[in-house]
């Protein structure tokens, strides 16, 4: 998988000329409202690929290498751009940047400085990453570097008020992917009014290929002893427990299916995984979140934060989804990685502050480190 596509050669742009890394970018196709947008492949000296749409900074492509030299795309996508304005698979957030606010909100409301804002929510009766039109749907200003470490920076400005949220919001987000083979995702941003703020990017992972079954049979270890318990909305309600000898527990190389069918209610709801972890060590310092392995390709992911929490959720979609190339995308069949603050932060003050004032920058960043067992 080196280029998008035969037939878009015609309308690509080379901009980097380097022997092997570079940076190319094409058309992808006009959103309903008249927009253009484009993909911009980066592409490392190793043959590592990463495709990125500045449709709400979506990753679309991710290609590494097994333990043959076999390059295979790891993350779930959609063919078209609309498959992803297409309010049917609005969902699943394949691959996007999410924000103003990642996760949930309970109820859609929070105060700051004595003021309570509402938001629109969901079906479950919360605010879920963002609102309706979040990040993930926005028209992201791109600008590419190339280099021995390509990379593609992202700005987004959010109106004071955008889905409820107050505060001009001025996003960005840099998409590296480095000579030694990792993607790097810095998240910054300032604001003209104290607001929240919590990004993180949306990929779903499948170490065998993004079309290849299931994820139950990869090994994961998250470098976290604890975990936020959801209520009955799915909200966390400041709650967090240890996670040792639950069905929860990833403290130690464990198949993802170990415990999926578990009758734990945490579990049960999903059914699978859908649980924000509280990472080991001091937040702000950037450490190992997690670890992922699949045995038959040899794959390995290894994941480093700067955030407090990591959400690890299994696609418990019932079902299959139709996805690129046609592939048939089936439940369990991929695992995300959110990085980000933990959800219903703004309701629940003993958990780390996601208030952002005038005159501070949110800064988070997120390392997805790849490489091959042997």
């Not at 190793?46 to 900074?57: D, F, K, P, Q």
């Not at 060590?281 to 979140?289: E, F, H, S, Y």
């Not at 929490?309 to 592939?327: D, E, H, R, W, Y």
């Not at 990685?337 to 996601?354: A, D, G, I, K």
Request: charged share 20%; with cysteine; glycine share 12%.
């Amino acid at each position: 998988m080196k280029a998008i596509a035969a037939s878009l050669a015609g309308m690509s742009l080379l901009l980097a000329a380097a022997a092997h890394a570079a940076v190319e970018k094409n058309a992808w196709g006009v959103t309903p409202e008249g927009h253009k947008v484009d993909i911009y492949t980066l592409t490392n000296a190793h043959g590592l690929e990463v495709r990125i749409s500045n449709y709400g900074g979506t990753i679309i492509g991710l290609a590494t290498p097994d333990r043959t030299g076999k390059m295979a795309d790891i993350v779930r996508a959609f063919d078209s751009l609309q498959g992803y304005t297409d309010p049917a698979n609005d969902r699943y957030y394949y691959g996007s940047i999410i924000g103003r606010f990642a996760n949930v909100i309970k109820g859609g409301r929070f105060t700051l400085g004595g003021k309570t804002y509402r938001l629109p929510i969901n079906s479950n009766g919360n605010n879920l990453h963002g609102g309706p039109v979040g990040f993930n749907k926005r028209i992201w200003t791109a600008v590419a570097k190339d280099g021995a470490s390509p990379s593609l920076t992202l700005t987004y400005t959010s109106p004071d008020g955008e889905n409820g949220f107050p505060g001009t919001l001025k996003a960005t987000v840099i998409y590296t992917l480095t000579a030694d083979d990792t993607l790097r995702m810095e998240y910054r941003a300032t604001t003209d009014k104290p607001t929240v703020v919590n990004l993180t990017n949306h990929s779903y992972f499948n170490l065998k290929g993004h079309s290849e079954g299931d994820v139950l049979g990869h090994r994961l270890q998250i470098l976290a002893d604890s975990a936020t318990i959801r209520d009955d909305t799915g909200a966390p309600d400041g709650r967090i427990v240890k996670v040792k000898g639950t069905g929860l527990d990833f403290t130690t190389p464990t198949l993802i299916g170990a415990h999926i069918g578990s009758k734990e209610p945490q579990i049960a709801a999903g059914p699978g995984f859908n649980q924000n972890y509280v990472i080991n060590g001091k937040p702000g310092t950037l450490r190992l979140a997690a670890r992922v392995e699949e045995p038959v390709t040899g794959r390995v992911l290894e994941m480093l934060t700067t955030q407090p929490g990591v959400q690890l959720f299994t696609a418990n979609f019932p079902g299959a989804i139709t996805g690129k190339g046609g592939a048939k995308y089936v439940m369990h069949g991929a695992f995300c990685l959110e990085t980000q603050h933990y959800p219903n932060s703004p309701n629940v003050p003993s958990f780390p502050s996601t208030e952002l004032k005038p005159g501070q920058q949110y800064r988070e960043v997120t390392v997805v480190r790849f490489s091959v067992r042997k």
